[in-house]
């Protein structure tokens, strides 16, 4: 019989065995071994007695910074309030919800620390800071300990906004099945779809219309809509799953710019691709100031441009300051665009009600190569009468301007 595992020594064992040296050598690696472990045990015992020896002198603040639930523990037992602050002004529930320490909210909540506790600063929940933080957990506990769900933030933020605005889908469904209020605006009139849409939350979205959130809500001030932002920011899917769940795209916000509009501002080409497929108007809507073109060349998105031009967009086309598209790209010196816009037969000689030109802004504002393109398309440099009123006036400061506009003679002469 034998142990499992541990078989009888055969007869080639037995003889290595009984050789001295293969003895001497197993002999040593063993005391070796053993020596290394006393050494490491001598070491643990010492640093055990050291530590023994310490005086722990964290606050409880500092001890619940680091997470340390036995020192917080020992402190509360010592008689330290559990609802103190930090320096900062923080509860020491929000701190550990802040940073995903469960156990040591578990430990506060035990103690009775205050459920809804802000702190000095008076701004966030418990139960915000774990939302905005994505710990499922700790807003389970929180909500256990019955928490306000509907408190709002200094700025008006509800755990359901923070929540939607980081993408937390479970988190959001906890919140919604607790009661929350889907509709609560925060102080810049965002709702929590509207969060979810400007952050670009697909899910959250769905989750949000699913319990019966507004699409078309706008908000208060700047009548922003959840597609409108969703445009904005250049969230392609979302722009795409809001657009399928009936959202209204020719929605205008307190800027008078449609989802278009707001997709032109910063170039986002398949956004607005998307838009326009979907029936956008791809010209000045009634009552704005701009069109998508104008936008799209003030911001020298040339990709974007073609795209307009392409769909329909009309080239001469002014915004609320007398400005055609080309003025726009030549006053912020966009020369890409410039010469876009020249070849698909823009107006080189249009003007203001003022009697500027696109060469005029090219010249107010340094831009010589914009300058170039135009002359060399036929602007005619010497019918620019207010340019030269411009320039006896003009601040020594600004010589950029002459030397932008001395430099125009001489490419017109040459």
């Known amino acids: 019989m034998h142990t499992e595992g541990i078989g009888k020594l055969s007869t080639a064992d037995g003889k290595a065995f ?14 070796c071994a053993l020596d290394e472990a006393a050494a490491a045990l001598t070491r643990m015992r010492a640093e055990n007695s050291h530590n023994a ?22 402190l509360l037992d010592e008689g330290r309030s559990v609802n103190e602050h930090t320096e900062e002004g923080e509860s020491l529930l929000c701190l550990a919800c802040s940073a995903g ?15 809804e506790d802000r702190g000095n600063k008076g701004d966030i929940t418990p139960l915000m800071a774990a939302s905005s933080g994505g710990y499922l957990d700790i807003v389970k506990l929180l909500l256990l300990h019955d928490a306000d769900v509907n408190s709002q933030s200094a700025t008006g933020n509800t ?33 929590p779809l509207m969060e ?26 700047f009548k922003e809509s959840a597609l409108t932002l969703a445009c904005y920011k250049g969230h392609l899917d979302m722009v795409r799953f809001l657009l399928d769940a009936g959202a209204d795209q020719e929605h205008k916000t307190d800027e008078m710019h449609t989802a278009l509009m707001e997709a032109c501002m910063d170039g986002h080409v398949e956004v607005a691709r998307l838009l326009l497929d979907s029936g956008a108007q791809v010209n000045m809507p009634a009552d704005s100031f701009e069109s998508p073109l104008t936008l799209a060349a003030c911001g020298g998105h040339v990709e974007l441009a073609a795209l307009l031009i392409e769909r329909g967009a009309n080239l001469e ?9 080309l003025m726009e790209a030549a006053r912020e010196g ?7 816009l020249l070849a698909q037969g823009a107006n080189v000689h249009a003007t203001t009600a003022t009697g500027d030109t696109a060469l005029t802004y090219a010249c107010e504002n340094g831009h010589t190569d914009v300058a170039d393109v135009l002359l060399q398309a036929g602007a005619d440099l010497d019918k620019q009468e207010d340019m030269k009123t ?3 006036g003009i601040d020594p400061a600004k010589h950029q301007v002459r030397v932008a506009f001395d430099a125009c003679k001489l490419l017109h002469k040459e």
């Open 390 to 392: 411009i320039l006896e």
């Open 334 to 340: 966009h020369e890409e665009m410039v010469a876009l």
């Open 317 to 325: 086309e002014v915004n609320d300051e007398g400005y055609t598209p």
């Open 159 to 191: 755990a359901l906004t923070y929540a939607c605005a980081g993408g937390f889908v479970d988190i959001v469904k906890v919140l919604l099945n607790e009661g929350a209020n889907i509709e609560d605006h925060n102080e810049n009139g965002h709702t």
């Open 196 to 221: 979810a849409a400007s952050a670009g939350h697909v899910e959250v979205a769905r989750v949000l219309l699913d319990h019966g959130a507004g699409i078309n809500t706008h908000s208060n001030e």
């Open 101 to 115: 320490y469960y156990e040591l909210a578990q430990v506060l909540l035990a103690m009775h620390a205050n459920v």
């Open 18 to 31: 009984a050789d001295p040296e293969v003895l001497r050598r197993l002999t040593s690696s063993v005391s």
């Open 53 to 74: 020896g310490q005086v722990d002198t964290r606050s409880l603040a500092e001890a619940c910074s680091d997470g340390d639930v036995n020192a917080v523990r020992k």
